[in-house]
């Protein structure tokens, strides 16, 4: 089992561009989230899931966008970035009944 | 809302000495806390978990009880190594589990760890 993976490991954007971060997990787990990781912050919410075809709002979702159009892909999309989306984001999954959440190892994005 | 506090860092340890990194929360209800862990370069790892009061988490050598008298769990080591070095984070789980839930997780800031040698 490969867990969870993020693609890509690393990403430079200039601001207005747009892109998106793509994870996946084999582990057959309904809920899906995305983090975003700022120094002395921890982790912050940006979006979840529920289930496929459903997505909600988390902590931080403004200048993000997410689908779950399959159980296994979670995607984050930023329409048009900023500066202020410089980040580390994260990608997690578990199964419901359970709390524990399982990460996958990050996309570093730098926007100029 | 539901919060959590760490001690800030870094923590500068040599091998072999005692470890303690403080955690202590503000939730409704009854939560579950974790300590995970985030090695250099990669994403978190569970290290911990105790899901009632009293309970006593371990791994690897590290410990934490979930103290409700005093809203803490408090992570603690006998012997740190060099390979302990990283980033460790307290975190409650604030949602409801089952269905209409969606296990949310609130984290503290983090704390850095270093030990040498």
């Known amino acids: 089992n490969a867990g969870v993976t993020q693609t890509p490991k690393f990403r430079v954007l200039k601001t207005g561009q747009s892109m998106t971060l793509l994870c996946a997990q084999d582990?057959?787990?309904?809920?899906m989230y995305w983090y975003r990781q700022d120094p002395g912050m921890g982790l912050r919410l940006i979006h979840y899931?529920?289930?496929?075809?459903?997505?909600a709002k988390g902590e931080v979702p403004d200048g993000y966008n997410v689908s779950r159009l399959k159980k296994q892909n979670f995607l984050l999309g930023l329409e048009s970035a900023a500066p202020s989306q410089t980040s580390v984001y994260f990608c997690?999954?578990?199964?419901?009944?359970?709390?524990?959440?399982?990460f996958g190892p990050g996309t570093r994005l730098t926007v100029l | 809302g539901d919060s959590v506090t760490q001690m800030e860092g870094p923590v500068t340890l040599s091998e072999e000495a005692f470890l303690t990194i403080n955690c202590t929360y503000t939730?409704?209800?009854?939560?579950?806390l974790f300590w995970y862990v985030q090695y250099p370069g990669e994403g978190l790892q569970l290290l911990l978990k105790?899901?009632?009061?009293?309970d006593k988490g371990s791994n690897k050598g590290f410990e934490a009880t979930y103290r409700k008298e005093t809203t803490s769990f408090h992570l603690e080591k006998g012997s740190v190594q060099v390979s302990d070095s990283a980033v460790y984070f307290c975190?409650?789980?604030?949602?409801?589990?089952?269905?209409?839930?969606?296990?949310?997780?609130?984290f503290g800031a983090g704390t850095r760890l270093a030990v040498h040698p």
């Open positions: 997690a999954s578990t199964s419901e009944g359970h709390n524990e959440q399982f």
């Open positions: 582990m057959n787990h309904e809920y």
């Open positions: 899931s529920v289930g496929e075809g459903t997505t």
């Open positions: 939730a409704t209800g009854y939560p579950s």
């Open positions: 105790a899901t009632k009061a009293d």
């Open positions: 975190a409650l789980s604030g949602g409801p589990l089952f269905s209409g839930g969606y296990n949310k997780l609130i």
